[in-house]
Every structure is written in structure tokens, then in C-alpha cells.
């Protein structure tokens, strides 16, 4: 797998990657992965609260804030929803 | 505004092409070492249409012209990507839209890839970039700023078809051989049974 940015989050994100992988390829894809929760959540929490904290001490928060907001388009485009 | 544009076929079907991209970043991929690290920061899925939707940030070191670099002072070589991504598994499509969030004020770079079906065998990669130079000044300049990328973004291209290759190959022999210890597993277990049955 891929590393993370900030290193001390690469643990939390190689179990949440593993856990991801294996719901995409044996449960999403046969069309059994529509539930918001799934087995990844918690794992998935555990990373994100690694990395959320890493992203705010280098300053990428905001320019995440910024990117977002000039690809919000696409939400609409490719979410099959009408603006 | 410059566009790149790329279509490539993977002699894969559409399900082993979209579960390898997710790792399409990996040690696996030799091809790919500018990409430093790719991180989550939201998934979910629309119980409405079940599309997948995922944000990750794409972090690169890719060293830029001396040139530029020189125009713009040090600390060009790391360079981050926030992407924007949407599995369709009714319509069998991966679209990922990707933006620069770094020198976002000299260039904007919008990025799409699309992951289609050609057949239960093969997928359709296509890829198209716009590619804007903001910073005021001289049309010159600005045409060269959108030049070099373009040229940087053919070069990443051909060595991207060669590392996902590798992903591909690579992936399809790790699922093979888990299938092969399930099956194991399996007889294993029934073995068991038999024995604890005589």
C-alpha cells in the first residue's frame, strides 16, 4: 500500500487500506455494500483522526477547504443529482 | 489553457482495473515513485444510488525545471493533488476528477479519468487535463509554465500505463492465490469434518 503524508499515521492507514480493499473487491462490487457502516468504519475513524491532526499542523486543512469548493461541480455531474 | 489528452486499453476486466487503482500507488508500481504518499480524508457511499464517492490527497515529488524554479524560489519540489472520486457499479464507471491545491495561485491543473468497460475483458482508461497558467505577466511565460506540463504530463503518462500494468498483473496473482488458500482452507475444514464424523 501507499504511505501516508505524515508517517505516524501509516499504521491506522495500512489496516483501514487492507480493511477497505477486501470490502471493495468481495462485498461493494457484488453489490453488497450500500450500509454507511460497514466492517472499515472504526478503522477508518482511527486513521482519519491520525491524519486530520496532520493536515491542520502543515496547513492543508484550508486548501483542502479551497479545492473542494472548486470541484463541487463534479458532485452534481457524477453523483446523478440535479443542483 | 492547454488540454493533454490519453486513451489507454487494459487487457483486464472493469472490477480488477477498479479494485488495482485503489493501490495503483504502491511499491508494486515502480513507475509511479514521484507519488510520495495517497491519503483518505472521506468516503462514503449514497445509499440513493450506491456510488461510491471518495476524497483522497494525492502527495508528489517531481523535481520542476530549473527555470521556473528560479522564477518562483525554492520548494517546488513537493507538490499535493486533492482528487475527487465516483464508482458507478450499475453503469460499471470510475470517474476521477483531481485539482492541484499547491501553486494553485500560478497554475491551475483540473484532471479527469475515466474507467469504462470495453468488454468482460478489457477497460477503457481515459484521461484529460486542462492546464492554465494564472500568473500575470507575459503570454510567453505563461505558455511555457503550460507547455512543460504538458510535456511532463506525457511523460508520466506512458510511465503510468507501464506501472499500473504491473499493479494489474500483481494484483490478479494475490487474488488468485488467496482464492487458492480459501479453497485449501476449505478442504482443510471438510477434512476435519470427515474425520470428526468417522
Known sequence: ?83 | MKVFSNTETFNYSWEEVSTANWRKYCPWNEKSTHVVAVDTISRSVDPATGILRTERLITCRQAAPEWLKSMMGGGMDESQVFETSYVDPKTKTVTMVSTNITWSNLLNVQETVVYSPLSDHQTKFHQEAKITALAGGWQRIKNSIEDTLVKRFRENAAKGKEGFESVLAMSRRVFAEEREREKMGLIREQAGNIRMAA
Do not use: H, P
Request: some cysteine.
Open chain 1, 1 to 83: 500500500m501507499s504511505q501516508s503524508l505524515a508517517k505516524e499515521c501509516n499504521e491506522a492507514k495500512e489496516r483501514y487500506d487492507t480493511c477497505f480493499l477486501k470490502w471493495y473487491s468481495e462485498k461493494y462490487l457484488r453489490g453488497n455494500g450500500t450500509e454507511q457502516n460497514n466492517e472499515c468504519s472504526i478503522l477508518f475513524k482511527e486513521y482519519s483522526s491520525c491524519l486530520q491532526v496532520a493536515l491542520k499542523e502543515r496547513g492543508i486543512d484550508k486548501l483542502l477547504e479551497e479545492a473542494r469548493e472548486e470541484l463541487k461541480d463534479s458532485d452534481s455531474t457524477y453523483m446523478g443529482k440535479k443542483k
